[in-house]
């Protein structure tokens, strides 16, 4: 699958280009903050995952296909490494591609997530957006309204809503609900990682000091699997570490760049 992606910065034989990756029901458009401040330091390309933004949609989102489609695009900028940044989804789905492509991978940059299965968090979240009548629906702020019946954080709301667009005067979602609610068990799952399967690149965990995605027992399991990895907390950060503290954030990624890979 080929897909859409945004590009930032001008690319430079001598050190490795980004590639940024966005979580569940995200797309390329929420790096767009830290890629345009990295994009003075770096060469970026941040792709829009299958079944979301502009990419293409299709019924498996399972994470052998989201590496596939990774390794296409890698393929086809020419790329002989890159640098992996991913948040949430997007950070299982680059812990995933390098597990089995570790030649690929010059490091990797895990954002609130670990390798492990978590509860399914996603239930009401899609059955709100799958119930929501499009049909029905005169702006973005009346969609607002009806998904407080359901999601009472806004911020999270905001969020879902940026995947609403209109097209020729019909409201649609650009992400793909049904291929997602059928493929969420795998999502919220991470695949079977053989006991002598190991990423020995340089590895960082940056997670929000308030969430609860990476817990004190994942440590053994992110150890276990990628031996080289360091854990940074952002405190007073909660799921959306980059865009709740994004200068924090950006200090930490400068840090782990610069004394790792550029």
């Not at 401040?37 to 052998?64: A, F, M, T």
């Not at 296409?72 to 989804?89: E, N």
């Not at 995933?96 to 997530?113: A, H, K, M, Q, R």
Request: negative net charge.
């Amino acid at each position: 699958m080929k897909l859409n992606y945004r590009e930032y910065g001008v690319f430079r034989e001598d050190r490795p280009s980004l590639l940024l990756l966005h979580g569940l029901l995200g797309s390329s458009a929420n790096w767009h903050s830290i890629a345009r401040e990295l994009g003075s330091d770096c060469h970026l390309i941040v792709p829009d995952l299958r079944n979301h933004g502009g990419s293409p949609h299709d019924s498996d989102i399972s994470y052998d296909a989201m590496v596939a489609d990774l390794l296409a695009l890698i393929d086809d900028q020419g790329f002989d490494s890159v640098v992996l940044v991913g948040h949430s989804m997007g950070g299982k789905a680059a812990m995933w591609l390098s597990l089995n492509y570790p030649d690929l991978v010059e490091g990797l940059v895990v954002v609130d997530i670990s390798p492990v299965r978590y509860p399914n968090r996603f239930g009401t979240i899609l059955k709100a957006l799958c119930e929501l009548d499009l049909d029905g629906l005169d702006d973005r702020g009346q969609a607002d309204m009806k998904l407080a019946q359901l999601l009472e954080q806004r911020a999270l709301r905001q969020y879902l809503l940026q995947n609403l667009v209109q097209q020729a005067g019909q409201w649609n979602w650009r992400v793909n609900l049904e291929a997602i609610e059928k493929g969420l068990d795998g999502i919220i799952g991470f695949p079977d990682v053989d006991d002598n399967s190991q990423y020995l690149g340089p590895v960082q965990f940056i997670y929000g000091g308030n969430s609860d995605y990476v817990q004190h027992e994942h440590e053994r399991i992110i150890r276990d699997t990628f031996p080289f990895a360091c854990l940074r907390s952002v405190p007073g950060a909660g799921h959306w570490v980059y865009s709740e503290k994004p200068d924090e954030f950006l200090a930490a990624l400068r840090s782990f760049l610069g004394k790792e890979l550029i």
